[in-house]
């Protein structure tokens, strides 16, 4: 892997792949980290005199309607507020627009195409890895930087694809990641415990399954608990639970192969006959667990903690890791939204951008678009 300020790049036409996919309602950024996180690239680019081309997608875009809804108009704006110099917005990811504002773009200057996303309707070109799509931006530019650490987990083209046509770099952010992940993945100091939280144990259970043979401890909560309660053969009502059998099955076979590994919860908070937080004694225990660990990952929460009514467990967990001498990193969109809400920050070590790429590089020690980029 070859970083930006390990080479000299000046004087160029970059294409910057960033990850602006931020929570935004009603024209307004609920969460404007991700943008913050991605002015150190910016910056030095444009202190070296490059003129910069940003992509990025946002949300997924699967009719018309989402094309409406998921405009990176206001990131534009927000960009140009903390960079004090204009972003210019161009309103489609492809065409004539883009052609044209590229070939009129002087050094130092930034444009932002529109979401990449847009180029999956009606064909999902963009998530496919479309390689005409991909050559097609590699043309605007002589450079593509990846700084879009938490799609690294995804070979779509403006991520991977680009790098067969064009010198590829990795930003700051990138290198910030991987620097501060890899105790995570190298030389772990034990033990490590994972706290594995979030609603579909669907989407995570092959993570779930990579992490068991690192960690020392898997303590889980959220959804994916109930999920686990289930297949245990305990009734948890309505609350929300996975009903595919083939994971049903899985979870089954893991309960029995890391049986000293799995931590469940063993009291709750109910409401409407479901379980919506995890109660005094699950909290207590867990904590049991980071009290004896020299490394832990977190990644979801304890319950429905947008609601404070069903947030203690989660603000008690994260709470507890203030006073525990060890390497504590949290990642994931819902882990750093409790975690900003409730003003825990101090209290991790690292806070990773990524969620599924996180997960992906500290359970596997890989990140696909990386494998895919290093082998181009």
């Known amino acids: 892997m070859k970083f930006i300020d390990e080479v000299e790049i000046k004087d160029k036409k970059i294409i910057l792949r960033c990850d602006f ?90 444009i932002l195409l529109e979401n990449t996303r847009f180029c999956d309707y009606p064909e999902k070109l963009e998530s496919h890895n479309d390689l005409n799509l991909a050559k097609y931006w590699s043309v605007l530019a002589d450079i593509f930087v990846v700084d879009a650490f938490a799609t690294l987990h995804r070979n779509h083209s403006s991520v991977a694809g680009i790098s067969k046509y064009l010198p590829t770099y990795y930003g700051l952010l ?71 059998e083939i994971t049903i099955s899985e979870i089954k076979e893991l309960i029995k192969e890391y049986k000293e590994k799995i931590i469940l919860p063993i009291d709750f908070v109910i409401e409407d006959n479901k379980i919506l937080d995890l109660n005094t004694k699950s909290v207590n225990k867990y904590i ?6 020299k490394t832990i990952f977190i990644n979801g929460t304890c319950g429905v903690f947008e609601n404070k009514r069903y947030a203690n467990g989660t603000i008690k967990l994260f709470q507890s890791l203030r006073d525990i001498d060890a390497y504590k990193v949290a990642g994931g969109g819902d882990t750093l939204n409790a975690i900003h809400m409730y003003n825990l920050t101090n209290y991790f070590s690292f806070l990773s951008s990524g969620g599924g790429a996180s997960l992906e590089y500290i359970s596997s020690d890989h990140l696909k678009a990386i494998d895919y980029i290093e082998k181009v």
């Open 174 to 244: 990138v290198k910030e990641e991987i620097i501060n992940l890899n105790p995570l993945v190298e030389n772990i100091q034990r033990p490590f415990t994972v706290f594995m939280g979030g609603a579909k144990v669907d989407d995570k259970l092959i993570y779930i399954k990579n992490l068991l043979k690192k960690c020392d401890y898997l303590l889980i909560g959220g959804g994916i608990a109930n999920s686990f309660l289930f297949a245990c053969g305990f009734d948890v009502m309505d609350s929300l639970c996975t009903t595919d």
């Open 21 to 110: 996919n931020v929570p935004i309602e009603n024209g307004n950024i609920k969460d404007n980290t991700k943008i913050k996180k991605s002015i150190k690239t910016i910056n030095y680019l444009l202190e070296n005199n490059n003129a910069i081309i940003l992509l990025s997608h946002l949300g997924r875009v699967k009719t018309r309607e989402d094309k409406i809804n998921n405009t990176l108009l206001p990131v534009a704006k927000e960009l140009s507020k903390f960079l004090n110099k204009e972003v210019t917005f161009i309103n489609e990811p492809v065409g004539m627009k883009v052609l044209n504002a590229v070939k009129n773009l002087n050094y130092g200057e930034i």
């Open 288 to 293: 049991s667990y980071f009290q004896k660990s």
